[in-house]
């Protein structure tokens, strides 16, 4: 018989012994779990957002030590974060992160999970990690993040599902039901991460976790392996966009029909994809025609026309 998760009076039945597991068992020694300054947060959580951790702590720790803040970053040529953020994937997070710093250097921290999210790239579950992880929301009353790891702990334990199942209002709801009174929303947030890395990921490792014990989802039996495979970064536009992007960072003076030439080296790559790939760059902020790096003013007529005659090689 399926077993459901209750909530007591004295407390969430799903989560119990989550705060003396995390205690115990936490990954305490993240370097941004030893910061509560919103501009290092905020740093880590877009890094993390698509990245591993073991590749993203060494960046992180070099981010912020050459940018410290809002400031010393928004005063930095976009090429320049580019440039740093180069080998960590989907750089329109380094643009995210400069336009972020230009718009907090003259105006602050906006308020509130509602004002945060006015901020480029910055949506539900980035502001609410910024609420939970710094300082700019002590006291707010926040409720916790909600993001992958976090909502799949959540839905299996408390209710033997998988997140995609449920409406993200319940999810909300079950996730912030669940924090042990023992547990502040930062601490919980940062038990939950650590159970959704460590056992329970797309293909659950039940034994030893913490909430093996009272986990709808395993109370119905061993989980099943729910893992889909990642598609191939080999030879995608992915690969496309970061290859003609290097190559524009590494030479300021290519232009359109060189940068379609780089991305040639690409496995699968044809003119029209390269195309693709540039108009997407230009699309983002990422690329420009002119300076091959200049966030305003690209037009993709103009890069249009520059790699028409690539294009149909
Ligand atoms: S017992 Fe298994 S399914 Fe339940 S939370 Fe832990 S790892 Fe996930």
Redesign the pocket.
């Known amino acids: 018989m399926r077993r459901l998760a209750m909530v007591r009076d004295t407390g969430p039945m799903w989560s119990d012994g989550i705060d003396t597991w995390y205690a115990a068992h936490g990954r305490h020694d993240l370097p941004w779990r030893q910061t509560t300054d919103p501009w290092a947060v905020l740093v880590s959580e877009l890094m993390l957002q698509q990245t591993s951790v073991a590749r993203v702590l060494p960046r992180w720790e070099r981010f912020v030590r050459r940018w410290p803040d809002p400031v010393s970053c928004a005063s930095a040529p976009l090429d320049a974060v580019l440039r740093e953020w180069q080998g960590l994937g989907y750089p329109r997070r380094a643009r995210w992160l400069w336009l972020i710093a230009g718009r907090v250097s003259e105006g602050g921290w906006p308020p509130g999970e509602d004002g945060l999210r006015t901020l480029p790239g910055v949506g539900r579950y980035t502001a609410r990690a910024l609420l939970a992880f710094s300082d700019i929301g002590a006291d707010a009353g926040s409720p916790p993040p909600c993001d992958v790891n976090i909502g799949r702990?959540a839905a299996?334990?408390a209710l033997g599902r998988e997140p995609h199942e449920l409406a993200p209002s319940v999810l909300d709801r079950t996730i912030a039901g669940g924090r042990p009174h023992t547990l502040r929303v930062r601490d919980y947030a940062y038990a939950m991460f650590d159970?959704g890395a460590i056992?329970?990921r797309a293909t659950?490792?039940?034994h030893s976790?913490a909430?093996?014990a009272v986990?709808a989802?395993?109370g119905n039996g061993t989980?099943v392996a729910r893992r889909r495979a990642a598609p191939p970064y080999r030879g995608s536009l992915r690969e496309l966009r970061g290859t003609i992007l290097a190559a524009a960072l590494a030479d300021m003076q290519r232009h359109g029909a060189a940068l379609v030439e780089a991305g040639m080296h690409v496995p699968g790559a044809t003119g029209e994809r390269c195309l693709e790939a540039v108009s997407g760059l230009i699309a983002d902020g990422l690329l420009d025609p002119g300076r091959a790096v200049d966030p305003g003013a690209a037009s993709s007529a103009e890069v249009t026309a520059a790699v028409a005659a690539p294009s149909r090689r």
């Open positions: 702990v299996r334990a159970v056992h329970c659950p490792r039940c976790c909430l093996e986990c989802l395993r989980p």
